[in-house]
């Protein structure tokens, strides 16, 4: 209300001073409001200036509107506190944001028979940290917002008695210390009777969205045969019905000004339905096929991106803008999938627009770096917000090989196959050659290699594509030199071939940059057979007493006779790091699939007699 009050204000000031002409006033008026606006916005609180950029959990910055660092939050940094606050942090936390210095968190504890949720902040200064707010597990988490110097958090329950709450935290910053006020919406959300209020985008609180479009979308789900919805504008004025979105089988995904952004589970190209509040048309936005996905979005201009397999592995990704008030379709940029990586979309992960600027995460040299778009150039301008270090490029190069088998007898593809290979650096070693010959693939082809050997089995093939053909991924994710003596590369392997998932698998392999051979466990490890299983055992049993929800076994006896029968100074699932070694069980062996690999640490002392690694003819 201040704004527009000192506005109307500098207008009449403005018109009654310059004597302007008729035709001239509405650009003076239009001219004094864009000056007076831009000087308020530069006195507003600097929470409102505020962003978090966050992408895999362990590096997050907090940046102006010009994607200057305000502050950085490392896992690592606050790993000490995450564990003082009895936090599960064995992998990793993903933090919900850091703003004006005090990064928040929220998880649930299944400590107790009936779990709750503990919302956290932390001073990243003095790493002092308090429970702001609990909930018991029957709520879920639909936002967690910092706006206007307040956090909010939604929450809404989705069994039959539906039901939904705003909470609002006024914060002393100095104190640490939170304190509820009333909540504007919580007040619209008690005259909904069970329907429920949808944020204007991801991230957004109620309040956010409401003050922002200027009204909230409201909506009610009617459950038969096939669920429908049905959805209202809400305004100060009351409750009013999208004519043309009553019991239709559109979800929404969000909404500006003058937009509602909604999609269907039908059509499998459809990117967005955009739909004009004011006149009730709907501009839709299709792409190739289901990979294809928005972004993001503004009023009535949606980005989106279009996915596209130059080989099996290799994909491109090509960035879209739309405006749906032109039909205007510009394509802004495509990026390429680059081995070593991963499986990283550069250009399309991390994507924020920020004071009208597009920031992406994109990759430069070895480095996974915050990076903003200069459409002028079509160029990536790179940050100084490094998020990641890709370790095969410090030590060399990646290559790969792409092939798809086809049957000779039905042109059926039966199997793909993607394949990575690290290539040392020749000054790392005089024996690099060498080593890169045993890291080298015995039989790398490209492209469609057609086979007689599944010839038998056509009428499988012609069956489900998901089923019939098999996927098989091997990259490299991590290369290290331990000692200035020892290459490591390490890969992971996914093998597809149907059913709900596939099955992971990871290797290590070792070498000797001083003579170039290839080493095992037995190279380091002069103990028996059995006193192997033995150490390996009593770790797995250690961390069962921890944790033994992770494992099939009912008992720390169980798990350590079934990890005494798995391992194996054959084995090649080990790792190498510079004090000790950690030995892993894939998924099955010792627990179920949602539990991944189950680790367990070998300090050098005890597998080896030493503090380091050595081999054992020295």
């Known amino acids: 209300m201040k704004k527009h009050i000192v506005i109307l204000l500098c207008i009449s000031l403005a018109v009654a001073v310059c004597g302007c002409k008729k035709e001239d006033i509405g650009t003076t008026i239009s001219n004094v409001k864009e000056s007076v606006e831009e000087t308020i916005s530069s006195d507003e609180t600097t ?22 660092e305000i502050g950085k939050y490392t896992y690592k940094d606050y790993e000490d506190v995450f564990k003082e ?15 004006d210095g005090i990064i928040y968190y929220y998880t649930t504890d299944y400590s107790e028979d009936t779990s709750k949720i503990n919302f956290y902040a932390i001073d990243a200064a003095s790493k002092k940290w308090v429970k702001f707010y609990s909930i018991s597990g029957e709520w879920a988490v639909s936002g967690l917002d910092y706006y206007n110097g307040k956090v909010y958090v939604d929450i809404r329950t989705y069994e039959d008695d539906s039901r939904q709450e705003e909470h609002v935290f006024n914060v002393d910053k100095n104190s640490l210390t939170f304190t509820e006020e009333d909540s504007e919406i919580n007040e619209i959300l008690k005259g909904l009777n069970g329907k429920q209020i949808s944020p204007a985008k991801m991230g957004y609180c109620l309040q956010r969205s409401y003050d922002e479009m200027g009204y909230l979308v409201v909506e009610q789900a009617i459950e038969g045969e096939e669920t429908k919805w049905s959805y209202s504008k809400y305004t100060a004025d009351g409750i009013s019905e999208f004519k043309d979105l009553q019991k239709c089988r559109k979800y929404i995904c969000g909404y500006s000004q003058n937009y509602l952004y909604m999609n269907n589970f039908e059509d499998d190209t459809l990117i967005l339905d955009c739909y004009n509040i004011e006149n009730g048309t709907i501009h839709e936005i299709h792409g190739e096929d ?15 991106y279009a996915t596209n397999e130059k080989q099996y592995g290799m994909n491109e990704y090509s960035v879209y803008r739309h405006d749906c008030r032109t039909d205007r379709n510009e394509k802004l940029y495509t990026t390429s999938h680059i081995p070593g990586t991963g499986n990283a979309r550069f250009g399309v992960d991390g994507f924020r627009l920020i004071g009208g600027q597009i920031y992406v995460l994109q990759f430069f040299g070895n480095e996974e770096k915050w990076a903003r778009f200069d459409e002028a150039s079509k160029t990536f301008e790179e940050l100084d917000l490094p998020v ?10 990646i290559n790969y090989y792409s092939n798809a088998e086809i049957c000779s007898a039905c042109s059926a593809t039966v199997s793909k196959n993607y394949v990575e290979n690290f290539v040392l650096d020749s000054k790392y070693s005089a024996h690099a050659d060498e080593i890169n010959k045993l890291l080298a693939p015995g039989n790398p082809e490209n492209g469609e290699i057609v086979t007689d050997a599944y010839a ?9 594509e998901n089923s019939s053909c098999e996927t098989v991924d091997v990259s490299i994710y991590d290369v290290k030199i331990i000692d200035d003596r020892f290459l490591e590369v390490c890969e992971s392997d996914y093998v597809y071939g149907g059913g709900a998932h596939g099955n992971p698998d990871r290797s290590e392999r070792i070498f000797d940059l001083t003579t170039g ?8 490890y002069s103990g ?8 390996v055992a009593e770790k797995v049993k250690e961390d069962y007493q921890k944790d033994p929800e992770k494992y099939f076994a009912g ?34 062996i010792l627990g179920p699939f949602a539990s991944g690999f189950i680790e367990v640490a070998l300090p050098y002392t005890e597998l080896l007699g030493t503090n380091h690694l050595t081999r054992i003819a020295e």
């Open 47 to 68: 929470s409102e200036q505020q962003y978090y950029l966050d992408c895999d959990g362990e590096i997050g910055y907090t940046v102006d509107v010009a994607c200057n």
């Open 85 to 99: 606050m009895g936090v599960d942090s064995e992998y990793g936390v993903s933090i919900d944001g850091m703003y």
């Open 290 to 304: 289901s990979r294809d996905s928005y972004i993001t979005y503004e009023d009535g201009v949606v980005y989106y």
């Open 388 to 397: 990641k270090e890709y370790t095969p490029f410090k030590y060399g190069t």
């Open 456 to 464: 038998d089995d056509c009428e499988w093939h012609n069956g489900d």
């Open 517 to 524: 051979e290839e080493l095992g466990i037995t190279d380091f």
């Open 528 to 535: 028996t057979e059995e006193a192997f299983k033995t150490l």
């Open 555 to 588: 008992s720390a006896d169980e798990a350590y006779s079934e990890a005494y029968e798995s391992a194996s100074t054959e084995s090649s699932t080990i790792m190498w790091e510079q004090d000790h070694a950690v030995y892993y069980f894939a998924p099955y």
